[in-house]
């Protein structure tokens, strides 16, 4: 991984919804399942944890879509519909962001791939760490560690 300056701004496709991270990511991820692939319109979708307080929104106002809760929420851009960012209901300590949508995309490659057992059979990642599901909650606490080392 590679440090950046901070804050850096992001913006969907339109440019009419403009975010910001003043913190580093958590870490770094590829989710295969199908809602993902779905969503994205791709074999896997890649986000970056980051701390909610290190998160905000510069410029115009996202929308939900996709799912809508009860257990998350995502985020577009209410113009070109760029798929921003997620909310998982619970854990509001954080937020998932689609890292591509900063001009430097080093936070792009994803440290943990999940939900492996949804992968389309020619997809690769390149992650460090795979998983069917999602990792254990036993299991966070040294990989966040282990990916704070790795910036």
Avoid at 46 to 63: I, K
Avoid at 131 to 138: H, K, V
Wanted: contains cysteine.
């Amino acid at each position: 991984m590679h440090d950046l300056d901070l804050p850096i701004e992001g913006r969907c496709r339109c440019g009419k919804l403009r975010v910001e991270l003043s913190a580093p990511p958590l870490m770094t991820s590829a989710c295969h399942c199908t809602g993902c692939q779905r969503m994205s319109a791709s074999a896997f979708s890649l986000t970056a944890m980051v701390p909610v307080d290190g998160f905000r929104v510069l410029e115009g106002e996202p929308v939900k879509g996709g799912i809508k809760g009860p257990q998350l929420d995502h985020y577009f851009c209410p113009d070109c519909l760029t798929w921003m960012f997620t909310r998982i209901n619970g854990f509001d300590g954080f937020l998932n962001i689609r890292p591509t949508m900063f001009d430097a995309a080093v936070w792009a490659e994803p440290f943990i791939e999940c939900m492996t057992e949804d992968k389309l059979p020619w997809a690769r990642t390149g992650a460090r760490h795979s998983y069917p599901g999602f990792p254990s909650e036993d299991d966070y606490p040294r990989l966040l560690r282990e990916f704070a080392e790795s910036l």
